[in-house]
């Protein structure tokens, strides 16, 4: 049973489609990446997995078995956010506020939540420093334990390696993949295609509209399957230039 599906469904703004034809499925223990272009539609579609945008056409699935507010979701990080004046474990907490309702105060299971996240990716330490003071790679590291108090099967993250340092960025994936290999389903927005290829069981490449004064021209699904099956595909090859990995 998919976790979410989507049957020919179509996300955009004010009842006009950016994205179309879409026609996927992600299943428990899946590593979804979703590549293409800018401007192809991603960010559209990713507020549409999150319940943010609801279809403009075509059909949107949700297993009864599972919620929205299971997901976990690590943003782009803006220069704002950087600056963030709170502690390490202020901010890792503060993922579990959905699942709080109407209570006032953290649980001790949010406590012991967002101890266990800390600890599992190595910054219990940091837990009383600010994070604006972090470096990249630990910021990061917060941000994913922040969207790990709140995810429950699903994390969503948005390009989780920018802006990190080569080492960073290794030590990014590799905590991704672990977590994937522990059972979290992932679904996951990369401009970084080798990493995506390495990483991911499964790839979505969506394809930006080719005729910018057509107006019912609107962005599309290029492919969607297992990753072995992209890599030998010639949306692949057209987007790589016939190039996957350095």
């Given at each position: ?163 990190l340092d080569p080492t960073a960025t290794r030590e990014m994936y590799g905590l991704i993949k672990t977590l994937n290999a522990g059972g979290m389903s992932i679904i996951m927005v990369s401009h970084d295609i080798n990493a995506a290829l390495k990483c991911a069981s499964h790839i979505l490449h969506l394809q930006k509209c080719g005729a910018a004064q057509n107006l019912n ?30």
């Open positions: 049973m998919s976790l979410i599906a989507c049957k020919n469904a179509s996300f955009g703004y004010e009842g006009n489609a950016v994205i179309g034809n879409l026609d996927f499925e992600i299943n428990p223990g899946d590593y979804l990446c979703i590549v293409g272009e800018n401007g192809s539609g991603k960010s559209t579609l990713i507020k549409g997995l999150l319940g943010l945008k609801t279809a403009v056409g075509g059909n949107v699935f949700i297993s009864k078995e599972f919620c929205l507010n299971q997901t976990g979701y690590l943003p782009q990080q803006t220069a704002a956010q950087k600056d963030f004046p709170a502690s390490v474990y202020e901010a890792v907490i503060s993922g579990r506020l959905g699942q709080r309702g109407f209570l006032p105060f953290y649980s001790r299971k949010d406590k012991y939540a967002a101890q266990e996240n800390m600890r599992s990716l190595n910054i219990w330490d940091l837990r009383n420093k600010c994070y604006a003071e972090l470096s990249g790679g630990q910021q990061r590291r917060t941000l994913l334990a922040r969207a790990l108090c709140a995810a429950g099967k699903l994390l969503l993250l948005d390009e989780p390696a920018s802006g021209c609107q962005n599309t699904q290029a492919f969607f399957g297992k990753t072995q099956d992209y890599i030998k595909s010639s949306v692949a090859a057209d987007f790589t230039g016939g190039k996957i990995y350095d």
